[in-house]
């Protein structure tokens, strides 16, 4: 048989990362074999839509792939978020892609694309909604990497008013509780101990139709008491739906890390109301206040938007502050784009690109003046770190550095005996050095 070798561009969040990670184990499974674009007679575009103009992005990823893969028979399946908005109409930017795939579309993926490469006069697309959570079979290797990440829910009922990602993963189907500790079960027997539970708006979990009336504080509680379990994360909460329980578990479970990514897009009220975000600045103040009596030493990171429509240059002033006194370790930041669809590009005020790219770099210089804070002040302490890999960048006369994370979330890099792979273990350090985005360590119990 010919030999079958795939290959798969992600783009946009973990939620595509994980996806993409599961359709190359099931492609895996059935007899494909991952290589490069040079190679591959399969490639998946998994795309996202959140930000920089779709149709672009795309098109020129597959025109790249017309181009590497010149003169030879090569399928492709464009997935994703891109691919439940455009549908159709991709077919007609490639003569290649023959299956375009939504964002519920993903399960059915493998199948479709066995039964395109058998009759190659067809096509499809695969764009519908389904009602519920739809539960996949997997196929786990014996071994998975020490951190894994577990879906929870799909989709997004917000309708935050520049978002696309209510549009592109439809409503919020929560996922049943039994198949999201299920999946954690199965990913710690195979040596997985940290694990991170994933949603657009995570701690909504249960809060829609098919929900199973499963909490998620009550989902953590039990999430946090599977055995082999070390370290528990969540990712996306938003500040409304926190709880007091929510708050409270991060002084209760031990497994739940001491880091919270928790996107406030804006720091002035004016601007979160035309969000339609729902809370005020002092809301989430109030609500980091809470987090950091909850639990002491909480890292909190953001994501934040620029120049929306109406933005001035008081209320950027009012997000600088509300940066500032967050004192956020990370930030991720972005110029406010137009999404077609979305309610905020139909908002008449729009901030011209330079004005807002300028307020980007204002914002950006703050951010890496308080990033650079929060890791000199970490200079000095101990901590556990849990390997991850051999450090990207090894000093020629040093011994090997790894590099694990802390609970923090942050990346450490720390010397340690050669003669083995280290990656799972977790290895106490002494933190000795700071640098932008990244901490060195000195291992004190090996
Ligand atoms: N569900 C998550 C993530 C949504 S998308 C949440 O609610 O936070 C990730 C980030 O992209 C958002 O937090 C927001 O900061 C940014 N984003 C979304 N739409 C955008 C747009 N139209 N322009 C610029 N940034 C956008
Ligand atoms: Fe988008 Fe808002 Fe939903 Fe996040 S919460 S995915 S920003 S609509
Ligand atoms: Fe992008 Fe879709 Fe994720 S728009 S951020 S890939 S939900």
Redesign the pocket.
Known sequence: MQDRVFHILT???Q??VNDSGWLARMLAARGFREGGLEEASLVVVN????REKPELKVKSALGRIRQETAGREVLVCVC??VAQQLGEKLFGCSPQVRLVAGTDGIASIPGALEELLDHPERRLCLTDFTVRYEERPDALGARVAPSCFVNIMQGCDNFCTYC??PY??GRQKSRAHGAVLEECRALLARGASEITLLG?NVNAYGKDKTGDGTSFASLLRQAATLPGLRRLRYVTPHPKDMTEEDVALFGELGPLCPRLHLPVQAGSDRVLKRMNRRYASADFLDLTERLRRACPGIALSTDLIVGFPGETEEDFQATLSLVRQSGFMASYSFCYSDRPGARASLFPDKVPAEEAQERLLRLQALQEELGEAWYRSRVGGSCELLMERPSPRQDQDAPPSWQGRDPWGAPVHVALPEGRDWTGAFVEVRITGAKKHSLLGEATGV
């Open positions: 783009f946009g969040c939620m595509n795309t996202c839509s959140v994703g978020c696309i990602v592109t993963r657009q």
